[in-house]
């Protein structure tokens, strides 16, 4: 059984998904693959998992960083689920880029090299924004490139976070935007 609960943000509205138990989606309005993977779901705004997830939305959006994440379970391959765990990894305030996230697989799988495309795949396909924080990925060049959320809510939550926004670039042209 799946529910759901949306809230209210300065990003707009937040639709939280969860088996019960855990946090499986967390969704800004309008956002590509919007619930994906959601079959049928009951409106229930009470789950513990719920609640904390509010309050550490309430930490961020207060500018704080909101320290450990509610417990999550996400759907999705062995290699989206190690994407996913290290974007949990990038420190609050902080930026990578999607070809470290490709060397440091590469690395642990004892590959020469691992396509930066395949990771953006997996990045543009997190069931938990902001959250687990693909919004902290950018490109080598230090392009915003795209959020599911579109690039102004990811400026947002950058500027929110305080990110020197100085070496940062808006794309212009291409499927980033």
Not at 113 to 120: D, E, I
């Amino acid at each position: 059984m799946q529910f759901v609960s949306t809230i209210p943000s300065p990003v707009g509205d937040l639709t939280l998904g969860s088996d019960g138990e855990h946090l499986s989606g967390l969704w800004l309005a309008e956002q590509k693959y919007f619930m994906a993977n959601v079959g049928k779901a009951s409106q229930e705004d009470n789950l513990p998992v719920f609640e904390e997830a509010r309050a550490w939305l309430d930490r961020y959006f207060a500018g704080e960083d909101p320290g450990p994440i509610p417990p999550v379970k996400m759907p999705g391959t062995a290699f989206q689920q190690r994407v996913w765990d290290l974007l949990v990894e990038i420190p609050y305030g902080k930026l990578t880029t999607y070809g470290e996230i490709a060397r440091r697989i590469a690395a642990e799988r004892g590959m020469e090299k691992m396509s930066s495309r395949a990771v953006g795949g997996a990045v543009g396909h997190n069931p938990v924004s902001i959250i687990v924080p693909c919004h902290r990925v950018v490109g080598a060049s230090g392009s915003l490139t795209g959020y599911g959320g579109g690039l102004a809510r990811k400026i947002k939550l950058l500027e929110l976070e305080g990110v020197d926004m100085s070496r940062l670039s808006i794309p212009t042209k291409g499927t980033a935007l």
